[in-house]
């Protein structure tokens, strides 16, 4: 829907432009193609969709994108928190997301085909693992996981962009060490699947993220904690839109 009245405006506007003579054909086209968004999952488990009254980290990042000139089309087959909606006061808030409360890798990597078939990414933010490793699933398990779904992303959009979180660290101090450990992976992983045509960027939402004041429940972030992580997406995104 968001496309569908850019796209409109857009037409209104060359329209004005051209008849006055200030654009012709190869500047509209031009213009056009500066204008078209870049489709962005955000896709993880719960820490990506939010709770009902809580906003996410997606609603900051949106905020940073459009206030700084930045295009984007999130997308995804949901559009709510867990158990209701999220709160938002960034204008026009694009809540369309793959974030799926409580879900490891295994289960994501069992949908991701489907979905990125119906919504086809440019650029996906991956936030996982944080449940793979509460439920003792072993860290090899997880790492091939992640790949398998960079792979099935691929499918659908060789080109692909996937910027792979090394995930934010909890309140329990024995799981924190084995997230730890877990995002000490990823950049060996980023490195062995990146490719020209779909490279993978290692994000580090670790450093600096304290549980103690940047979450809600020891879990999921707070309004500080959510800015947090917006800015190390939005950091790592925004030369790619």
Not at 21 to 49: F, H
Not at 155 to 179: C, H
Request: aromatic share 8%; with cysteine.
């Amino acid at each position: 829907m968001r496309n569908q009245v850019w796209a409109v405006l857009g037409v209104a506007l060359l329209e004005v432009l051209g008849s006055s003579g200030s654009l012709d054909g190869e500047a509209q086209e031009e213009w056009g193609a500066k204008r078209s968004a870049k489709k962005v999952m955000p896709l993880g488990d719960s820490i990506t969709q939010g709770a009902a009254g809580h906003a996410s980290y997606r609603c900051q990042l949106w905020w940073k994108l459009t206030s700084s000139g930045y295009r984007a089309d999130f997308v995804g087959t949901l559009s709510t928190g867990y158990l209701g909606a999220n709160t938002c006061s960034s204008l026009w808030f694009d809540r369309d997301h793959e974030g799926h409360w409580s879900w490891r890798a295994d289960q994501v990597l069992a949908n991701i085909s489907n979905w990125a078939a119906s919504t086809h990414p440019d650029l996906v933010l991956i936030h996982l693992g944080t449940n793979d490793t509460y439920h003792e699933q072993t860290e090899d398990s997880t790492v091939s996981e992640l790949e398998q779904i960079i792979d099935r992303l691929r499918v659908v959009n060789p080109r692909v962009k996937v910027f792979l979180a090394q995930v934010i660290p909890t309140s329990g101090a024995m799981l924190s060490l084995k997230l730890q450990s877990l995002n000490q992976r990823m950049p060996s992983l980023a490195a062995a699947k990146s490719t020209e045509a779909s490279p993978v960027y290692v994000v580090d939402q670790w450093t600096g993220f304290n549980p103690a004041t940047d979450t809600y429940d020891g879990i999921h972030p707070n309004l500080l904690g959510e800015e947090k992580m917006a800015e190390r997406w939005y950091q790592a995104i925004r030369e790619h839109l």
